[in-house]
């Protein structure tokens, strides 16, 4: 039997879904207790993890920020950010007024596990109890699709527990899925600066076109091939300033723009830093030598 609870006000609501099963399975791979999405505002928002029966939570915050307490720590649980708690523990998490600006909104499932317990103590193994996650992960989409049919309060429990089971799995795979979504990206940036470099760009313009942040376009492109993506950036433009004065009297004026310099003087500081000498002298040696022995 599903039991909605759904409240609005101002500021805060609820759409909540609670699940009461008669034991038609005795142990069951999974059992979904409650799903649900909240906004909360005030300090009245406050659970103890003590105080629960034994279940699991996992709770993802899609905006603002709350609380959480785990073994004395007190963490900010950010947008994009969840965490997974096994009840009964000691942790409690809640939204202050003083620390959280914004009010928070979230989506959670509380579960029973019986055989798939194994795979919730792999997921605290390696995941911990704080686990990031784009919106656009798996496991985040399965959330949504847990609730959308929990709000339609027709589907079957035995489905529905399933679905948890799938997330679970979505869950223990975050680590591969993030490398897969990690290297998607990285190629992405690396397309976009291959094409736009000759413009005026910046890692900004990349992150944008990539639909991430700088910082975490940043972080993933330097974890992956082990430089910054505003480095590469400036090895592809100096690459080009290369051909460019090897193989054409062209001006460094016009060769700066084409490159994508904001400006020739910046050009020619850029290309002394990393070929040693500056354009004029590059141009000379290539002249007389016929060859080049840089490596940018």
């Given at each position: ?17 609670a ?9 069951p791979?999974?059992?979904?207790n ?15 993890n003590?105080?629960?029966p034994?279940?699991?939570l996992?709770q ?21 950010t969840?965490?997974f ?36 103590r ?78 005026p ?21 330097y ?21 460019m ?37 590059f ?14």
């Open positions: 039997m599903c039991e909605r609870e759904k409240i609005s006000g101002k500021k805060d609501w609820k759409d909540n879904y699940f009461h099963f008669l034991n038609d399975v005795e142990h791979v999974v059992r979904l409650a799903v649900g999405k909240e906004r909360c505002s005030t300090d009245a928002y406050y659970w103890d003590s105080r629960r034994d279940c699991y996992f993802y915050t899609l905006n603002g920020s709350g609380m959480v307490r785990i073994e004395g720590e007190e963490l900010v649980i950010r947008k994009g969840g965490f708690l096994k009840m009964p523990g000691p942790e409690c998490y809640y939204f202050d007024e003083k620390k959280n600006e914004e009010p928070w909104e979230f989506i959670y499932m509380l579960f029973e596990c019986g055989p798939a317990e194994e795979y919730c792999y997921i605290e193994g390696h995941l911990g109890k704080i686990i990031e996650l784009p919106i656009y992960s798996l496991a985040v989409e399965l959330m949504f699709e847990i609730h959308a049919q929990a709000k339609r309060q027709n589907q079957s429990p035995f489905l529905l527990g399933s679905m948890v089971f799938s997330f679970l799995c979505a869950l223990c795979s975050v680590d591969r899925e993030k490398e897969k979504m990690s290297t998607t990206l990285i190629n992405n940036a690396k397309s976009c600066m291959e094409k736009m470099f000759a413009q760009i910046g890692i900004c313009d990349v992150a944008a076109f990539c639909h991430v942040s700088q910082s975490h376009l940043s972080r993933e492109f974890k992956i091939t082990g430089t910054r993506p505003n480095e590469y950036l400036t090895k592809l433009r100096l690459e080009k300033a290369v051909d004065l090897g193989a054409s009297s062209t001006s460094l004026a016009q060769i700066s723009a084409s490159c994508g310099f904001s400006s020739t003087n910046y050009f020619q500081k850029v290309f002394k830093k990393h070929m040693g000498m500056s354009p004029v002298q141009r000379k040696y290539v002249k007389s030598e016929g060859y080049l022995k840089f490596q940018i």
